[in-house]
């Protein structure tokens, strides 16, 4: 008899309302740790006292927080962080609205299993402000990104993106949440694929088995 796959680790790091953390929670409560092929171990955080930190409380599940003020440099931060998230032993690192650069320390355990969700169509709108600088811009068309983290800034492998036009009457807010329901979908929808089928990287390309 074939051994049952074991269900993949996941950390999430959020730092703000933590809605694209909601999605996954729901989709392991809705479909199965088994069936989705991942479960979140622990959320991780830059700042206290924020939704997202409260929305895994809710669902039993550890938490952590790891501010940069308390550190005496960027570095310190980095390694702290990836210390923290290294004590719930992931085999995938998801960054879900965590609007923190992390530095060579972290990259050096994570890179090729760091997954961060992006409110634009990568390689534009890098960055704090995607949403602002791709209506700015007067795009027609944006969307979000999920891809893998690398050294640079929203510039790693992307392994899937989802499409949204823009509408006349859109400020960055209205545009923001409609991004935000495909986003969620698409998240869900990756890490249960790279959790489940595994995944290489290939250059800039992410072949999911
Ligand atoms: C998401 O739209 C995510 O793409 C964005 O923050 C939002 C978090 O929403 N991240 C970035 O802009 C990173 N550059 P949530 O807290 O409700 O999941």
Redesign the pocket.
Known sequence: MAAEPVAKRLVVL?S??????QALLDAVAAEGVAAYGARIVAVGADRGDIE?LARAERAGIPTFVCRVKDFAAREEWDAALAEAVAAHEPDLVVS??F?KVVGKEFLARYGGRFVN???ALLPSFP??H?VRDALAYGVKVTG?TVHFVDDGV?TGPIIAQGVVEVRDEDDESAL?ER??EV?RRLLVEVVGRLARNGHRIEGRKVVIQ
Not at 16 to 21: F, R, Y
Request: charged share 15%; net charge negative; hydrophobic share 25%.
């Open positions: 959020v703000g309302s933590g809605t694209n953390l997202g879900a609205g609007m969700t992006h409110p960055g704090a995607g979000c929203d923001h991004i935000k986003e």
